[in-house]
């Protein structure tokens, strides 16, 4: 079975693959384990954690969740305050990817922040616990069309500094149970895609309460097919870990 991620960043590739296969969806985390465990096939899954989990997983090159530079769903932000060079930032459960892309993108402004995890993804809640708040996926869109103050787009940031696309999900199978049936009916549902934004608009404004402009503008931003430039990016992020696996 594939699971794929029940962020709106996938609502049109849920659409097209469920219209083909059952399927699952979940979180990235929910992902990593069904996949790791067997429950799962194929999933996807965020990218820190397919390199960190690379040993046991095969990428799939093909449906992938990435942007060209702006993305709107990896937001830092505040509760007032600039950028400081002592700051505290609180960092969502969702995130492992966005987070890495966080501390690249204040690394090279000169700023160390200390980050406090939190099992917290409201933006509110965040901001509670600390001045900063790194929020990602449906509540960094429904914080973008609020009146919040945003310090970062660490998307639009990460292709700024480093002239990478942002990759923040990839598709992945266990090595020693790859189903490549599976790859190809995910891969023909990227092709499929765009035929489901509309019906993702609706969708994601019914149930995740975003703004249809909002969201219209987003699946503009929004990719699912792979290609040289995800590869590169990958190679960034790998090289990017190895100071921390070691």
């Known amino acids: 079975m594939i699971s794929l991620i029940d962020f709106t960043h996938s609502f049109p590739l849920i659409g097209a693959l469920s219209s083909q296969t059952k399927m699952s969806k979940g979180s990235p985390a929910d992902n990593l384990k069904g996949v790791l465990d067997g429950k799962y096939s194929t999933a996807m899954v965020s990218l820190v954690s397919y390199l960190e989990n690379s040993d046991d997983l095969e990428l ?73 708040a790194l929020v990602i996926g449906d509540e960094a869109l429904r914080y973008f069309h609020g009146d919040g103050k945003i310090i970062l787009d660490i998307g639009y940031e990460v292709s700024h500094f480093f002239k990478l696309e942002p990759l923040y999900a990839v598709t992945v199978a266990r090595k ?41 503008y987003y699946y503009s931003l929004i990719n699912y097919e792979y290609s040289l430039k995800q590869d590169r990016t990958i190679d960034f992020v790998k090289y990017m870990l190895e100071p921390i696996k070691h």
């Open 60 to 132: 799939l090159k093909g449906a992938n969740i990435h942007t060209k530079a702006q993305t709107l769903s990896t937001l830092l932000v505040s509760a007032g305050k600039d950028l400081a060079d002592r700051m505290e930032v609180a960092v969502t459960a969702h995130t492992r990817t966005t987070e890495l892309y966080m501390d690249l993108v204040l690394s090279r402004m000169g700023i160390s922040p200390k980050k406090i995890y939190s099992k917290a993804t409201e933006a509110a809640d965040l901001l509670e616990e600390a001045e900063f």
């Open 176 to 216: 020693d149970s790859v189903d490549m049936d599976e790859a190809r009916i995910l891969e023909k549902s990227v092709n499929l895609s765009r035929g489901y934004i509309m019906e993702s608009i609706e969708k994601g404004s019914a149930e995740r309460g975003i703004s249809r402009d909002l969201l219209e």
